[in-house]
Structures are given as C-alpha cells and as structure tokens.
Nanobody, 119 residues
Framework: VQLVESGGGLVQAGGSLRLSCAAS????????MAWYRQAPGKQRELVAD????????NYADSVKGRFTISRDNGKNTMYLQMNSLKPEDTAVYYC?????????????WGQGTQVTVSS
C-alpha cells in the first residue's frame, strides 16, 4: 500500500493550495483517511480526517472554516483544500489512512509534502 501526496509549495499569506493523496489501493480498503502536519520543532498534529464510506469529517480548531477535506473514491484520492493560508500553516503535510480488516487495521503514511506560507 502506498500513499503519495502532491500539491504542496510556496504561497503568500491569504492564498490557497490543494493537496492530493493518491492511494495505490481502493480507498474502500480504509476506514478513515486523514491529513496531519508537522512544523519544525513541533509534534505531528491532526489537521482533518474523513470516513471513507460516509464522508463524515473532523477538523482541528485551527483550520475550521479555512480547510476542506474530501475524497473521490472513484479515483482513490483524498484532497485537502486550504484557503486563507497563514504563516503558521507552514509545515510538512502527511497523508494517513487506517486500513479495514482486509489490511489488518494497519495505519499507512505518505512521504509528506512541504507547504510554506510567507507573510
């Protein structure tokens, strides 16, 4: 199982980016998918997650109203639309997925994509 992130980059404060996470397997193999981020010197934190089947979402307070998580099960891809970006959103963003029984309930991680927001 591989998760491959894309879409990171450098953007000015107030700008937008859309991250993508492409899975090498059918996303219905997962219970949930999520985006985490880790800024220099800080712990990795949950940004948002989504249930694969029902599409129920959950967001960190710091991104509510600015970020939107979604998935396209037909494309085996998850997205994170990030609007009104702030310098404090600068971090490496990681895709995460929790497998169903067919994947032994394992957790999987992508390699990360850098997001840098300049002030």
């Amino acid at each position: 199982v591989q998760l491959v992130e894309s879409g990171g980059g450098l953007v000015q404060a107030g700008g937008s980016l859309r991250l993508s996470c492409a899975a090498s397997v059918n996303t219905f193999s997962f219970n949930t998918m999520a985006w985490y981020r880790q800024a220099p010197g800080k712990q990795r934190e949950l940004v948002a997650d989504i249930t694969v089947s029902g599409g129920t979402t959950n967001y960190a307070d710091s991104v509510k109203g600015r970020f939107t998580i979604s998935r396209d099960n037909g494309k085996n891809t998850m997205y994170l639309q990030m609007n009104s970006l702030k310098p404090e959103d600068t971090a490496v963003y990681y895709c995460n997925a929790k497998g169903r029984a067919v994947l032994a309930f394992r957790y999987y991680w992508g390699q990360g994509t850098q997001v840098t927001v300049s002030s």
